[in-house]
């Protein structure tokens, strides 16, 4: 009998044949064994019936109690996203004359991460240390990642550190994972690595491939892509071999540094193949991503194209790739074939649809797409759609819709939708529109000194001298300082970087000479850089033009 009702619960799969299952225990009276009644409520939980599992625990918890099954139970609470009835469960141990055990206090303290109840979870802590469970190894495990979820790190910290023999004991090496994993989360890569590189146990373990990964992803997430890709190779050298999971991490660095790292995503992309992960569509994703920041489209485009299933992510990836590097009809075509093989796009697909339109300058296809999103595919305007269409209103002259645009949407416009409208207003010569997008970008980036002599820059063109004396004066007056200019360059492996006014290059002196003889030469075809450009201030730098579609 038990083998049968083994065999029903494994294979339950709805309310129906749940409640045959908790018939044949009843009859059976197999209700009453702590094991298939654990089991049952395992089987309720996983299908969403909680209130069920709960109504059967709470009738046999009384008559029969056992700590295993209270465990049970809490765990299936927890999983089921009811919390706050797990922790009733765990509170209810006691009054039957039970104690919780080192399985009872890892699930009440999930529970407690899930309400973020830092209160309820330093009792649990206080409840453990009397049971004489502090130094258990998945009792500490479930603290640090409560204090960490809890951004208590340093109280995590406290816990790791009182942990004996921490610092020895490869056993504890959940320990360890745990306190790296709360340091990752709160965005502290560099300790994680630290301790990592302390870590106790086989370097070849696959909690240890686990830990290294969430290292890799953690500087990656915290935008310091080098770092992320030196602890991978970092990895390899210790021989621990990565995943589809640690790739995955390191493509999505790759993919931020763009063409700096593409030898190394080339890699990664061979040692997919080789093992087998070709097919993956998380890491196809992240190829086609990798590739496109790169600047090598083709490549991404033969890994699209090359997929056997597409995701809503895969296409918006591509379509996205495409828009970014200029070719808008071929980005709006890859979504034609998108909603011909009836895949629902979603919001970020549309923000990469109007970019494609921006860069084409299809404004009533533009204008088709952003109404549709809403009243075909049920998808509601968000900021950054608004953003698109401003941009290419503004870009194709439509600068009167484009504001009227910026006035009706429902929300605050941004710095960068007023940047949109700067450079819309300098293609077309909008002076008014112009002085209007940089009075509010002064007011919102108060520290960008590229705005100010923009202001400046356009009263005098107008002849309005003392607003243009009077922008540099509150520019002073804020004590914002000009950012230097500057430009990077790749030469075979290395990167190049040059600031206005820095002279350390070491070859700063043929660099200079070469400009030089440039700039005599642009003299000679009686070219006057100065006077085309028109600017007042030479000196602007990057920052204000960064402003043109950051969608």
């Given amino acids: 009998m038990r083998e049968r009702l083994g065999f029903l619960l494994k294979h339950c799969s709805n309310l129906k044949h749940v409640e045959t299952a908790h018939g044949f225990m009843v009859r059976t009276a197999l209700h009453h064994d702590k094991l298939l009644l654990s089991q049952f409520i395992e089987t309720c939980s996983s299908l969403g019936f909680s209130a069920y599992a709960h109504s059967v625990f709470s009738v046999n918890s009384q008559s029969h109690p056992h700590i295993y099954v209270f465990n049970t139970m809490i765990k299936g609470m927890t999983l089921c996203n009811s919390a706050f009835e797990a922790l009733l469960v765990y509170k209810s ?73 921490a610092s020895v004991c490869s056993d504890n090496v959940v320990v360890w994972m745990a306190m790296i994993a709360g340091y990752v989360k709160l965005g502290d890569p560099d300790t994680a690595m630290d301790l990592l590189s302390r870590m106790p146990g086989t370097q070849t373990d696959g909690a240890v491939l686990i830990t290294w990964t969430s290292v890799i992803a953690g500087y990656a997430q915290m935008d310091r892509p080098d770092e992320a890709i030196a602890v991978f190779l970092k990895m390899q050298l210790e021989n621990v071999v990565p995943d589809e999971i640690a790739m995955l991490a390191v493509l999505s660095a790759c993919a931020q540094l763009g063409a700096f790292h593409i030898r190394l995503g080339e890699c990664i992309h061979g040692y997919v193949k ?50 970014f590097h200029g070719l808008g009809t071929q980005a709006l075509d890859v979504f034609s074939r998108m909603e011909m093989a009836q895949v629902k796009p979603n919001d970020i697909t549309f923000i990469a649809v109007l970019s494609a339109c921006a860069h084409v300058g299809l404004v009533d296809l533009g204008r088709y797409y952003f109404h549709a999103m809403k009243y075909r595919y049920g998808i509601q305007h968000e900021i ?20 009227k645009l910026v006035s009706e949407m429902p929300f605050q416009p941004n710095a960068a939708i007023w940047g949109s409208l700067l450079a819309a207003s300098n293609i077309h010569g909008d002076a008014e529109l112009g002085e209007l997008a ?45 950012m230097p200019g500057w430009s990077f360059i790749q030469v075979s492996t290395r990167t190049h970087e040059f600031i206005a006014g820095v002279t350390s290059h070491p070859q700063f002196d043929r660099i200079h000479g070469t400009l030089f003889t440039l700039n005599e030469q642009i003299k000679t075809a009686h070219y006057d850089p100065i006077n085309e450009f028109d600017n007042h201030d030479s ?7 960064s402003y043109c579609s950051s969608f």
């Fill in 93 to 165: 141990i006691g009054r039957v004359g039970l104690r919780p055990d080192c399985y009872s206090f890892p699930f009440a303290l999930k529970a407690v991460v899930d309400l973020r109840a830092m209160s309820l979870g330093t009792q649990i802590h206080s409840q453990a240390i009397c049971a004489g469970l502090e130094s258990n190894v998945h009792v500490v495990s479930a603290l640090i990642q409560m204090y960490s979820s809890c951004a208590r790190i340093s109280d995590a910290r406290k816990v790791f550190d009182e942990m004996p023999l």
């Fill in 274 to 323: 080789k093992r087998g992960f070709d097919q993956m569509v998380t890491l196809k994703n992240a190829l086609i991503e990798m590739y496109s920041n790169s600047g090598n489209i083709s490549n991404a485009l033969h890994v699209f194209e090359n997929m056997t299933r597409r995701t809503v992510i895969s296409w918006t990836t591509i379509i996205s790739a495409l828009a």
């Fill in 384 to 403: 950054q759609h608004y953003g698109c269409m401003i941009d290419l209103l503004g870009q194709a002259g439509y600068l009167a819709e484009a504001l």
């Fill in 438 to 482: 940089l009075l509010h970008l002064v007011q919102l980036e108060p520290w960008n000194s590229g705005n100010y002599a923009l202001l400046s820059n356009i009263y005098a063109s107008a002849g309005r001298w003392d607003k243009s004396v009077m922008a540099r004066k509150m520019m002073r007056d804020k004590g914002v300082r000009k």
């Fill in 539 to 545: 000196d602007i730098g990057p920052a204000s033009i």
